[in-house]
């Protein structure tokens, strides 16, 4: 039972490129979530989803796109990376949110 | 909207000593409330939850009451341990389906031998 994947674990890319970071979970788990971690900010929601085919935006979602084809998978794609895009992004599933987060080990990404 | 308020650190504590980290929050109705654990360099991960008032989370030594009087979630530990030291995260959802989850800012415990 691997959990919450992520990949890549680190990245770094200049200022205007894109790529996609990689979530996976094996639980058969509704709802998945993207945040990001910021010194003295906490952790910020970027996107979710509830359900295959069925995502929504969080407080923070400029800048990023997500797609749910499939209950395992939750990419999150940078469109145009910028250096305020620096942080560390986790990848979070659960069956229903009242019942707590399964995480995954995070990707730090630095944008020069 | 909803907030969690926690103690600011870092907490320093020698090996064996009593741990507590305060948080409190603001919602409306009953939420569910988590303590969350991040090692370094780790993702976070559940610690304890508790659904309802009066309840007690527990697990791995540490336990929280839900205390809806005061709207409080406190951490505590007996006796820490060096490999205890981390950053702790209270948290609050409401129940049901998918809902937002405010995190609090997070508390860096060092626990010194």
């Known amino acids: 039972n691997a959990g919450v994947t992520q990949t890549p674990k680190f990245q770094v890319l200049k200022t205007g490129q894109s790529m996609t970071l990689q979530c996976a979970q094996d639980?058969?788990?509704?709802?998945m979530s993207w945040y990001r971690q910021d010194p003295g900010m906490g952790l910020r929601l970027i996107h979710y989803?509830?359900?295959?085919?069925?995502?929504d935006q969080g407080e923070v979602p400029n800048g990023y796109n997500v797609s749910r084809s499939t209950t395992e998978d939750f990419p999150l794609r940078l469109l145009s990376a910028a250096p305020s895009q620096t942080s560390v992004y986790f990848c979070?599933?659960?069956?229903?949110?009242?019942?707590?987060?399964?995480f995954g080990s995070g990707t730090r990404l630095t944008v020069v | 909207g909803d907030s969690v308020t926690q103690m600011e650190g870092p907490v320093t504590l020698s090996e064996e000593a009593f741990l507590t980290i305060n948080c409190t929050y603001t919602a409306t109705g009953y939420p569910s409330l988590f303590w969350y654990v991040q090692y370094p360099g780790e993702g976070l991960q559940l610690l304890l939850k508790a659904t309802k008032a009066d309840d007690k989370g527990s697990n791995k030594g540490f336990e929280a009451t839900y205390r809806k009087e005061t709207t409080s979630f406190h951490l505590e530990k007996g006796s820490v341990q060096v490999s205890d030291s981390a950053v702790y995260f209270c948290a609050l959802s409401a129940q049901g389906g998918y809902q937002k989850v405010t995190f609090g800012t997070g508390t860096k415990l060092q626990v010194i031998p």
């Open positions: 979070a599933s659960s069956y229903g949110t009242g019942l707590g987060y399964t």
């Open positions: 639980m058969n788990h509704e709802y």
């Open positions: 989803s509830v359900g295959a085919g069925i995502t």
